[in-house]
């Protein structure tokens, strides 16, 4: 597997992952609209608030900010759900990201969430890839 940038270049992306993956280019605009749609969507669907919140776990991990927020809002649906093995996989994750960044060794493509290994880089989900580029505005002529 060869690594892939979908999307526009991402200069400030300093990471190692542990194997090759392919991975998904930030985009602020796209990060926003992605967090939009989170925030509007019903909270009797905790099904599509964490494909929405895994999607910008990936859209977003290769930015320190974005990747912190990603995970306090999933570790704030993961106690609203009462998911207490989310809640303690979240609260490691708070702690790892700051660790990751520093050291440039980011798991690209990975969803984020406990069920998945921390370190585990991934291939980025067709359905995931699909929700970031329906919130990817259309280029302008």
Known sequence: ???VAMGTADTNMNTTPTEPTATVAFDPGT???LHRAY???DRSDPAQAWHLLEALHV???TRLVSHA???GLMLALA???RNLTEVNGQLLRLLLVPLGHLLGRLPLGNTGRSHVGAFRP????PELLATIRAHQ???TL
């Open 137 to 139: 505005r259309p280029p």
């Open 59 to 61: 859209l977003g991990q």
């Open 122 to 125: 991934m291939q980025v989900a």
């Open 69 to 71: 927020r990603t995970h």
């Open 79 to 81: 106690w609203r759900t």
């Open 31 to 33: 990060f926003e609209r």
């Open 1 to 3: 597997m060869a690594h």
């Open 39 to 41: 925030r509007r969507i």
